[in-house]
C-alpha cells in the first residue's frame, strides 16, 4: 500500500485526488488548516491532519511527512493578501520540500498552473502578480535545489467540468483556451504518481483529445 500526503487537502482539487486514491487503495493522508473541513476530508477516504503549512517550521511538516512514500502540493493562500500568498505560495512550499527531503519522502508532485515561470508575463499592478512571482519561485526551487523526484504539473484556467481522462499535454496552440477541469487536475495527479517516468517533467495541459496515459507518456 502506497501512503500519498496531499497538503491543501480541502481544495477541489486535492477532495477529488484523495477520492481516487483512496479508491485505488492508498493510504491518504490529507493536511488542512481548518479542523471544520475533517469530515469532508473524512468522506473521501482519507485520513484528515490538521496542520497549518503557514506557520509551521520545516522540522513539524515533516514530522507529518514521515512515512510517507510521496507528497501532492495542493495548497494554496487563494488570493487577497500579496503577503499572505508570498507566505504559502512561495515560503510555505519550498518549507514543504525541504520537509519531505528531510523525512526521506523522495516523490513530490507540485500543482502550478499553466504559463507559470519567472517569464509569467503578469504585470506588477495585476491582482495575480504575487501569485505569479510566489509559483514562479517554489517550481524553480523545486527543480533547481531539490533532489526529490518531482513532477510539476501545469494546468489551464481551472473549471468545475467533468473529468473525462482527456487531455492536451503542453499544446503550442493556446488560441482556444487552456480550459482545464479540476476533476482532469485530480485525474493527472493520480496518474503521474503511478508513472515514475514522469519524474523531473514539468507538465503543461488542458481538457483534450488525448487519454492520460498516451499524453502523459508522449
Known amino acids: 500500500m502506497t501512503r500519498i500526503a496531499i497538503i491543501g487537502g480541502h481544495g477541489k482539487v486535492a477532495l477529488e485526488l484523495s477520492r481516487i486514491l483512496s479508491g485505488e487503495g492508498?493510504?491518504?493522508?490529507?493536511?488542512?488548516?481548518?479542523?471544520?473541513?475533517?469530515?469532508?476530508?473524512?468522506?473521501?477516504?482519507?485520513?484528515?491532519?490538521?496542520?497549518?503549512?503557514?506557520?509551521?517550521?520545516?522540522?513539524?511538516?515533516?514530522?507529518?511527512?514521515?512515512?510517507?512514500?510521496?507528497?501532492?502540493?495542493?495548497?494554496?493562500?487563494?488570493?487577497?493578501?500579496?503577503?499572505?500568498?508570498?507566505?504559502?505560495?512561495?515560503?510555505?512550499?519550498?518549507?514543504?520540500?525541504?520537509?519531505?527531503?528531510?523525512?526521506?519522502?523522495?516523490?513530490?508532485?507540485?500543482v502550478s498552473y499553466f504559463g507559470a515561470g519567472p517569464d509569467h508575463g503578469v504585470p506588477e499592478d495585476n491582482g495575480f502578480f504575487a501569485y505569479a512571482e510566489a509559483k514562479a519561485a517554489a517550481d524553480a526551487y523545486l527543480r533547481g535545489t531539490t533532489d526529490l523526484q518531482w513532477t510539476i504539473l501545469g494546468p489551464g484556467a481551472l473549471t468545475d467540468g467533468p473529468g473525462s481522462g482527456l487531455i492536451d499535454v503542453n499544446p503550442s496552440d493556446t488560441s482556444a483556451g487552456t480550459e482545464t477541469s479540476r476533476a482532469n487536475v485530480a485525474l493527472v495527479a493520480a496518474a503521474v504518481l503511478g508513472l515514475p517516468s514522469t519524474a523531473g517533467r514539468t507538465i503543461e495541459f488542458r481538457d483534450g483529445s488525448l487519454p492520460l496515459a498516451a499524453a502523459l507518456e508522449a
Open 26 to 110: 492508498n493510504d491518504v493522508t490529507s493536511f488542512i488548516r481548518n479542523p471544520d473541513h475533517t469530515a469532508d476530508v473524512a468522506a473521501t477516504g482519507a485520513t484528515a491532519v490538521v496542520l497549518d503549512v503557514e506557520h509551521s517550521t520545516t522540522a513539524e511538516i515533516a514530522a507529518a511527512l514521515r512515512n510517507h512514500d510521496a507528497v501532492v502540493w495542493s495548497a494554496g493562500a487563494g488570493g487577497g493578501s500579496p503577503d499572505r500568498t508570498y507566505a504559502v505560495d512561495r515560503d510555505a512550499a519550498i518549507r514543504s520540500m525541504d520537509a519531505a527531503a528531510e523525512a526521506g519522502v523522495g516523490r513530490y508532485i507540485m
